[in-house]
């Protein structure tokens, strides 16, 4: 097949069935078909599917055509592999969970969270499971979104801090990014994928000292066992957790609202050792793990906002996870961000965002062809295509008229370059008027994220794209009355805090985030508790809660 779509040699199907015999003979239990131009045309990587699925009844197979019609063969290839090594799991997994969920009397229809922030029925995630890659942080951003809408914000930086790892990502004007390709532990995917950025640096993250002297935090974790120093489970390597136990910025005694108990003396004593190596004292020790993982974390922001264009001042950071909201404030001010939400339920924002999220897919077509006005017809073409892919998905997942939406986008670039920018297609019939539309927004794109527009060089359209959404009945926020600004009565106890902007231990009040009320006002330094998270609030800080339960962290 060669790139027009011209078949200049037929497929030589007894070879095909030839290998598939001997892939059935080494006992192969997924394979994955790639040609170099099925993107132009399916059929024989179709032909090839057939006779492997008659060969190995029993196999996984996929082909590349199904699941990124796309240009780039290395990681149109790379992305078919991945699926194929994830399918007898992913449908192992699906083949036990289907009939548990019917045994429990379940009538709702199942669904599985993917990468693109939507969710997708039971058969496409068997098919698909790449999709999947990546889909526990993004469903955090869609709840992200849901709690900043809500709360009167649509420009955000989400900040997802966990155990082992950090996920960012930024909403503007309440969207997030769709990025067409990632890679993940370094196998390129062109896959559909909310623009998250991940950094190793967690709770677990542990610190040490490099061969040059220099104190380093992560990406090497304590995991949830043994964990951290202060679980008393055999650990003897320093970790951010520690770091914050010896500070007493999380409680000294225990953990999870008093279900877990802490050991801070062997925090204390692993901080200590490390003290010892780099002549500090245990404080400054401690606070320096912080330091250096908050200052991690800021270069992860960056990558998203600053090196894109956007500027993280004029945006609002929106911390959940188990340790984002502890580690928020200092985040914040790194990059003087003066607007930090805190969700009411910071630890488990991912699993509400997969009630807030709506069915899911993406089609696209690489076509590549100048943006002239004698390309209309064939740009008419690609996306009438798309558009009866999505009709069939929507008829699929029974979506009902009303409920269907649709995006139309189209990858775009300067003829000679490598990359591509996805410009929003306007709404109704393509003319060449809808492409002068498009070449204003490429233009607009290159000059956000390049900083030039190179008005002599000519434009080439490369992939169409279509987003199709199914609108579904969603959990819902509820609000609540306001109660008066005193917020004394929530207040626990007081706890020391080494505060590193005095140098000092300070008596902090530690408020109990349950006993917090619309309308409550105080001032840090202060600790806010919770079973799930515990937030951190700077000296000269203001702290409010909102009619939606949110912690507003504003100043300093």
Known sequence: MRHTGDVEIELDLDAVRRAASTLRQARVGAVAICFLYSFVRP?????????????????????????????????RLSTAVVNAYLGPVMRGYINRLAPRLAALGMTATPHMTQSNGGVIGFATAAAMPVRAVLSGPSTGVV????????????????????????????????QARIASEATV???????????????????GSIAHVDTGGLLKVGPRSAGADPGPVCYGRGSTEPTVTDANIVLQTLNPTHLLGGRMDVRADLARDAIGRLAETLHLSLMQTAQGIVSVVTANMARAIRVISVQRGHDPRDYALIAFGGAGPLHAARLARELDI?????????????????????LRANFAATRLS??????????????????????????????RPDARRVMRTVDMRYAGQNYELAVPLPDGPITPATLDRLAAGFADAHQRLYGFVADDEPIQLVTFRIEAT?????????????????ASHAVRCCRDVWIAELERSVSCPVYERDRLRPGNRFVGPAIVEQMDATTFVLPAMTARVDTWLNLILEGA
């Not at 019609?69 to 290395?74: G, H, K, L, N, Q």
């Not at 939400?341 to 709506?358: F, K, Q």
């Open 370 to 399: 100048p943006l002239m006005p004698s390309v209309v017809p064939d740009v008419v073409a690609a996306f009438a295509t798309l558009a009866a892919q999505a009709a069939a998905w929507f008829a699929q997942e029974h979506i």
């Open 143 to 174: 709840g992200a979104q849901a709690v900043g809408a809500a709360a009167g914000l649509s420009d955000l930086i989400t900040f997802d801090m966990g155990g082992t790892s950090t996920d960012v990502s930024l909403l503007r004007n309440g």
């Open 338 to 358: 003066r607007r930090i939400l805190v969700p009411r339920s910071p630890g488990i924002l991912c699993a509400m965002g997969l009630l807030l999220t709506d």
């Open 185 to 203: 532990h370094g196998y390129p995917l062109k896959a559909p994928m909310l623009d998250i950025h991940t950094i190793g640096a967690g709770g």
């Open 470 to 486: 199914g609108v579904v009945n969603k959990a819902t926020l509820r609000q609540e009355p306001m109660a008066g600004a005193d």
């Open 43 to 75: 059929e024989h990587e179709q032909a090839a599917k057939r006779v492997l699925e008659e060969e190995l009844p029993d196999a996984f197979i996929c082909a590349s055509h199904e699941i990124a019609p796309e240009f780039r063969e290395f990681e």
